[in-house]
């Protein structure tokens, strides 16, 4: 029921930026024009009152303007906040303990929901512009700081109020069983909520990124089982229960922290205590955890809070690459490297034209996921390597090389040696973007 698939972090941060709207002015003239200027502003006011009567959409596009200016600073400033709070909420000057996983998890969630809803807004309005016999105004829910956002029809404080919600059904549930605060049966009323009243479930396969994102999950009752975990340690917390968990083997269990771990293989009602929370998979032969002990439990390394956040996004970085890339299927972030790398290939050279392209929303959104795991890994190599390779891909070459170069200075010689060629090249490819774009056509060459 809760175990999960552990990804090794396979991806990757630079904070997604929109382009300022440019506003050109035609009201420039002679300083000592005053009377020209004076009279210029009152036709051209009048001109515009009358064409704003004669054509309806004509003042739908100045008001268009103005809010599309506004909503961009206001998402700009959502997306900053967002990665904000999620840095101090995991900042390693904390103490682990003090994490809240659900706080991070829905500040991942929030910047993500900014960064699709902006496009979505940008796309409405541009259809908008281009059917020029709709004149209606777009429609905008309105808000104006990160709390207040909607995310899933609810606010972040929202959000936490509904696991705050679920807690006190969980008690009210022991309550009308008159039972004590035993830890078997506060567990079972915790599974009865979550399980059955509530109707959560497990998604075999990740591949709606509702599944992925804490709030959906609540909302639509059926998610990854990282996140499952998470909302069952999140709810156990509120009732005073510290629920640990480990990967074992592709699983990730959870249990309570407990000094006499065989008494949660003891069987009770048909099912020990470590079954009655991790579920079926417990009890699966082809599980790893079925052959798990009070004893082995003691060997396991038990996942900080931070680990977790980590697992989460890794499965958000391997289900944004799976959609950025489904028009090429079965490409891999490393691929470029061996082709560069093997000299008996050919051909061996990269250039622009041979970067497939992979649609650009849902590879911006796995080099966000990157750059939040980079956060909290920054020396992992491979998972620079895979956000550097991600930029690549986005044809971000200026960024790439700079990943890819501190990757090296922290992976193994061998990766180094591999990483090394195709690091000169995609050089060569900034430099040569650059050459074009200051007018030259053609290759660089050497006279």
């Known amino acids: 029921m809760l175990s999960t698939s ?26 000592n024009d005053h009377k020209d200027l004076r009279r210029w502003r009152i036709r051209t006011t009048a001109a515009a009152s009358a064409c704003a009567c004669a054509y309806p959409l004509f003042s739908n596009q100045i008001q268009l303007t103005k809010d599309s200016s506004s909503r961009h600073k206001l998402y700009q400033e959502a ?15 904390s103490k682990d303990k003090d994490i809240s996983l659900a706080k991070a998890l829905l500040y991942v969630a929030a910047e993500d929901a900014a960064f699709m809803s902006f496009n979505r807004e940008m796309d409405a309005r541009s259809l908008l512009n281009e059917r020029r016999n709709v004149s209606s105004p777009l429609e905008m829910e309105d808000w104006d700081s990160l709390e207040q956002m909607p995310l899933g029809g609810k606010t972040i404080p929202e959000w936490l109020s509904e696991l705050d919600a679920i ?3 969980v008690e009210a549930e022991l309550v009308s069983r008159d039972i004590g605060c035993y830890l078997v049966e506060v567990l079972e009323a915790v599974n009865l909520v979550l399980f059955e009243l509530r109707g959560l479930t497990r998604s075999p396969v990740l591949v709606d990124s509702k599944h992925s994102y804490l709030h959906s999950v609540l909302d639509s009752r059926c998610g990854s089982a990282i996140l499952l975990s998470v909302i069952y340690i999140e709810i156990c917390r509120r009732l005073g229960i510290t629920i640990v968990g480990s990967r074992v ?4 269990l959870i249990w309570p922290q ?9 069987v009770t009602s048909g099912h020990s205590l470590f079954a009655i929370v991790n579920g079926r998979c417990v009890e699966d032969p082809r599980s790893m955890a079925s052959d798990l002990t009070g004893t082995s439990l003691l060997g396991l390394e038990i996942a900080t809070n931070r680990d977790i956040i980590g697992i989460a996004l890794a499965n958000l970085i391997r289900l944004h690459w799976k959609r950025a890339s489904r028009s090429n299927h079965g490409l891999m972030l490393t691929s470029p490297l061996r082709h560069v790398h093997d000299a008996d290939e050919k051909p061996n050279m990269i250039d622009e034209s041979n970067v497939p392209l992979l649609r650009p929303q849902d590879l911006r959104l796995a080099i966000m996921a990157s750059e ?8 992992n190599w491979a998972l620079r390597r895979d956000h550097g390779m991600m930029l690549y891909y986005n044809r971000e070459y200026g960024k790439a090389v700079q990943e890819l170069s501190i990757c090296m200075a922290f992976a193994p010689e061998e990766e180094a040696e591999i990483l ?14 650059s050459w074009k774009s200051l007018g030259h056509a053609g290759r660089l060459t050497v006279p």
């Open 79 to 93: 997306l900053k906040t967002a990665r904000d709070k999620f840095t101090r909420e995991i900042s390693f000057q």
């Open 372 to 379: 939040r795991l980079l956060i909290l890994q920054p020396h």
């Open 6 to 31: 552990y990804l090794v972090p396979t991806a990757a941060m630079a904070r997604p930026t929109f382009q300022d709207h440019c506003f050109i002015r035609y009201d420039h003239h002679h300083r």
């Open 258 to 266: 407990t000094g006499y771990p065989e008494e949660l293989f003891k």
């Open 249 to 252: 083997g592709e699983d990730f």
């Open 167 to 169: 807690a006190k059904e």
């Open 420 to 433: 090394e060629p195709f690091v000169e090249k995609l050089h060569l490819m900034r430099l040569e973007s």
